[in-house]
Each structure stands twice: as structure tokens, then as C-alpha cells.
């Protein structure tokens, strides 16, 4: 059974960068994808972007692009999601799922599929 | 870019059958999978494929999906069913990304 853990809240400071990590156990890191969704107060879900391990291949959301990096560490089964040039708009709830991923039959890999399981989530408050 | 549309709320009795819709273009040519997400809690899958369900999800909780619209079926409601749905499909139109509609707010009369 994967469960995936993320880190702590995190406040940080209008311009600044903010990394949160997602720690799997229970599985085959390199079997799925991992994805990042955040959901502002009151709001919605929005999914940010997505990496497949193996590959180190990314897919972003256009809205984040340029602002957001996602990365794995597959020694210690981790992923991370980098977001920078943080303003107050950005203050959200953070969370990373995991999914499987396709081929496109020329050459590309996306990721795919159904989110399950889902990290507990992590609060970053963007504040003065 | 796609757009998947959700009533913001739905209202249901004890033992009724609630609907939720998700409407998206021709969306019935895409795979749906719906959340149930409660208070301060992280999201769970309920239905994938359309209409599979993971294991421990209630026989309750039915998917289907035809033309623009895709629809989650609560059947027997109960109180612990209250939260809020949210659809999720892939635009393979824009280089694959991920897209949730706005959600619905299931609430349990």
C-alpha cells in the first residue's frame, strides 16, 4: 500500500521560493508518476504539474510554467515541487498524488490516469 | 484550453439518490475520475475509468459517462457522504495537463 508523506507548512515571504517534498513508502517509486494539485482557501482543486521518475519527464499546467519545478530524488524515493516568485495569491494548500503515465507510440511520455493515493497536504502561506 | 463544468451544489434527503454532473466537450470521448474530499482533508478517489470503483469505495458510489456530460451517482445517500466532488480528466489538446472542474458541494438534508 504507497502512502505518501509530505513536509510541514511553510510561511514564507512575498518574492521568496518555497520547496515541498512528497516521501513514498509501501511501493515502486519508479513505477508511477507523481503530481502536484493545489487548492487555495475555499477553492478548488488545480493541478500544478506532474513528473514520471524513470524518465525525469515533466508535464506543468501553462499557468505554472516557468514558476513551478518538479523534481524526484529516487534514492530516497522522493519528489519535489519548487515554486518561486511566491506572492500572496499563492497561498494554498499543496498536495502530491500519484498516477500512472502513457506513451505516445513516437517517442513522448505523459503523465496520466487517476490520482489515488494522495499526500495529507502541506500549507504554505505567502505573507509580509 | 478544456473546461469542465460542475453545479456548485447539490442537496439531497437520507436515502435519496444524488447526481452530480460534469459537463465538458465531447467528454464522453475522455476517461473521468471523481474526488470526495471533506473538510480539511486530503481528496479521495471514488470513481475512475468512468465507472470503476477502488476497493473500499461503496457500491454506493456509480460513474457514467456519454456525449458532454459526465455524471457521479450517490445511491442510499447518507450523512457521511457530505463533501465536495470534483471531476478530473486530461486535455491531451494542450500537451496533456491535467484539468478538475470546480466541484460540487454535496450537501445531506
Known amino acids: 500500500q504507497v502512502q505518501l508523506v509530505q513536509s510541514g507548512a511553510e510561511v514564507k515571504k512575498p518574492g521568496s521560493s518555497v520547496k515541498v517534498s512528497c516521501k513514498a513508502s509501501?511501493?515502486?517509486?519508479?513505477?508511477?508518476?507523481i503530481n502536484w494539485v493545489r487548492q487555495a482557501p475555499g477553492q478548488g482543486l488545480e493541478w500544478m504539474g506532474g513528473i514520471i521518475p524513470i524518465f525525469g519527464t515533466t508535464n506543468y499546467a501553462q499557468k505554472f510554467q516557468g514558476t513551478v519545478t518538479i523534481t524526484t530524488d529516487e534514492s530516497t524515493s522522493t519528489a519535489y515541487m519548487e515554486l518561486s516568485s511566491l506572492r500572496s495569491e499563492d497561498t494554498a494548500v499543496y498536495y502530491c498524488?500519484?498516477?500512472?503515465?502513457?506513451?505516445?507510440?513516437?517517442?513522448?511520455?505523459?503523465?496520466?490516469?487517476?490520482?489515488?493515493?494522495w499526500g495529507q497536504g502541506t500549507l504554505v502561506t505567502v505573507s509580509s | 484550453s478544456y473546461v469542465l463544468t460542475q453545479p456548485p451544489s447539490v442537496s439531497e434527503a437520507p436515502g435519496q439518490t444524488a447526481r452530480i454532473t460534469c459537463g465538458g466537450n465531447n467528454i464522453g470521448s475522455k476517461n473521468v475520475h471523481w474526488y470526495q474530499q471533506k473538510p480539511g482533508q486530503a481528496p479521495v478517489l471514488v470513481v475512475y475509468h468512468d465507472s470503476d470503483r477502488p476497493s473500499g469505495i461503496p457500491e454506493r458510489f456509480s460513474g457514467s459517462n456519454s456525449g458532454n456530460t459526465a455524471t457521479l451517482t450517490i445511491s442510499r445517500v447518507e450523512a457521511g457522504d457530505e463533501a465536495d466532488y470534483y471531476c478530473?480528466?486530461?486535455?491531451?489538446?494542450?500537451?496533456?495537463?491535467?484539468?478538475f472542474g470546480g466541484g460540487t458541494k454535496l450537501t445531506v438534508l
Open positions: 478530473q480528466v486530461w486535455d491531451s489538446s494542450s500537451d496533456h495537463r491535467g484539468v
Open positions: 509501501g511501493g515502486t517509486f519508479n513505477s508511477y508518476a
Open positions: 498524488a500519484r498516477s500512472s503515465y502513457f506513451h505516445d507510440g513516437s517517442g513522448s511520455y505523459y503523465v496520466s490516469g487517476w490520482f489515488d493515493p
